[in-house]
């Protein structure tokens, strides 16, 4: 079975332009999560979605970021404009509805210059 | 709030000895869950064990065993006859009853010699 599957895998993008990394989570999979890693911070949660809707977006960091989840099958988290400091691996993981088997896309690896 | 400690920034083993790794939690909640990741060199998280709240007995999934003492609020994850490829960053983290938010401490690297 396929695993979560996160596009781009990098992206390099400047100041200002708008990034949009997208996630396919494991099919009949229920949950869905984006995370963020950097060296300071770690890997942080900025919100997670449960058969759809958003459960808690408390960690998204301000609202140049976004996250929508149109279908079960689909998920895109946007920033724009995008900053230096947005730099980091950007994670999807998605699970059966509990902590228990939350399975980690391979990341999406964002460089803004 | 919950919380991860995970005190040591890295630590060295000889292949085939056994390695514990340390993670303190903090939380008000009764019920929760401790869980360990392992994220090799190519940036994969990769789950390795869970441990609830309420489980009598400590987990294990192989050579990973989690020593669970909950009146320290320590859970420390034990791996036997260590592996080249256990070399990684490992990241203890909790989540609360009834939320599937993980909170993640910040990793402690691990590399075995041979």
């Known amino acids: 079975d396929a695993g979560v599957i996160q596009s781009p895998r990098h992206e390099v993008t400047e100041m200002g332009q708008e990034v949009t990394l997208r996630c396919k989570p494991i099919?009949?999979?229920?949950?869905l999560f984006w995370y963020r890693q950097t060296m300071m911070r770690g890997l942080e949660l900025l919100i997670y979605f449960n058969n759809n809707v958003p459960i808690d977006d408390s960690g998204m960091p301000e609202d140049r970021f976004s996250a929508k989840m149109p279908n079960a099958s689909f998920s895109t988290l946007k920033i724009q404009p995008s900053e230096p400091r947005d730099s980091a691996v950007y994670f999807c993981a998605s699970s059966l509805g509990h902590p228990v088997g939350q399975y980690f896309g391979p990341g999406t690896r964002l460089l803004v210059l | 709030a919950q919380k991860i400690t995970q005190t040591q920034p890295g630590m060295f083993v000889q292949e085939k000895e056994a390695v514990t790794l340390d993670c303190t939690y903090d939380?008000?909640?009764?019920?929760?869950?401790l869980f360990w990741y392992k994220q090799p060199s190519s940036g994969e998280m990769i789950f390795l064990i869970y441990q609830g709240s309420y489980d009598e007995q400590n987990a294990t999934e192989g050579r990973y065993s989690l020593n669970f003492q909950k009146a320290r609020k320590s859970a420390n994850l034990v791996i036997s006859a260590s592996q080249l490829g256990d070399s990684a960053m490992y990241f203890c983290a909790i989540h609360q009853g009834g939320s599937e938010k993980l909170v993640f401490g910040k990793g402690m690297k691990l590399t075995v010699n041979p």
């Open positions: 939380t008000s909640d009764q019920s929760y869950g």
């Open positions: 099919s009949g999979h229920n949950s």
